[in-house]
Structure formats: C-alpha cells, structure tokens
C-alpha cells in the first residue's frame, strides 16, 4: 500500500511559477517510477511527466516540454513538479502517481496508486 499526498497548489497569474510536492509513504520509495498527470473537468485525465527509478531520465508531454521540470529526492519520499511560465491552459487539478512499470509511461493504465490531487488555477 502505498500514499501519495499533493501539495502545492494554487492561484497564479499567467507566466508565473508553483511547484507542486508529492510525498509517498513507505520505504520502497526508490524503487519505482513516478509521474505527474492533470485533469479538468469534462476531460480525461492527461499525462504530464514521467520520471524513472534512479532519476537519470524524465519524459513531457508536448504541451510543457520546456516549461515543467519533474525530478524527485528519494531521502525525502518525495517527486517535485516545477511548472514554469503558467498559461489559463494548465488550470487543472494535478495528480502524482506511482508506475507499475520499469521506466515509467505516459498511460494511465500502467500506474496503479494516485493521490487525491492538488488544484491549479491559472488567471490570465
């Protein structure tokens, strides 16, 4: 069993900065991939950011490539999401998860623990 908890959050104007937390229970935590995804309403939720195991490769989708750094720090149990240069078009609420796979994807499906999400507002 594993808990992940967002943080982080909030209300920013457009080309502004936040970096959002997840921190997961357990000891294992370095042994599995971990990734950012967003949801809005009406919407399926999207892949943001992947990161592996060891940290050595990070994957974006298009739509932050540039903007958004993931990266984690295993001593602290803890995947960070720095998201720079907000647009309206990244207001959503934002979900970390543990991946089942070695590497870590971009499907929904290969990640099986999620947390309970952190709202993102972008004002323009």
């Known amino acids: 069993q594993v808990l992940l908890v967002e943080s982080g959050g909030g209300l920013v104007q457009a080309g502004g900065s936040l970096r959002l937390s997840c921190v997961a229970s357990?000891?294992?935590?370095?042994?599995?991939?971990m990734g950012w995804f967003r949801q809005t309403p009406g919407k399926e939720r999207e892949f943001v950011a992947r990161?592996?195991?060891?940290?050595?490769?990070?994957y974006y989708a298009d739509s932050v490539k540039g903007r958004f750094t993931i990266s984690r720090d295993d001593a602290k149990n803890t995947v960070y999401l720095q998201m720079n240069s907000l647009k309206p078009e990244d207001t959503a609420v934002y979900y970390c998860?543990?991946?089942?796979?070695?590497?870590?994807?971009?499907?929904?499906?290969?990640?099986?623990?999620w947390g309970q999400g952190t709202q993102v507002t972008v004002s323009s």
């Open positions: 357990g000891r294992t935590f370095g042994s599995y991939p």
């Open positions: 990161i592996s195991r060891s940290g050595s490769s990070t």
């Open positions: 998860a543990k991946s089942t796979t070695v590497f870590g994807t971009a499907r929904l499906d290969d990640y099986d623990y």
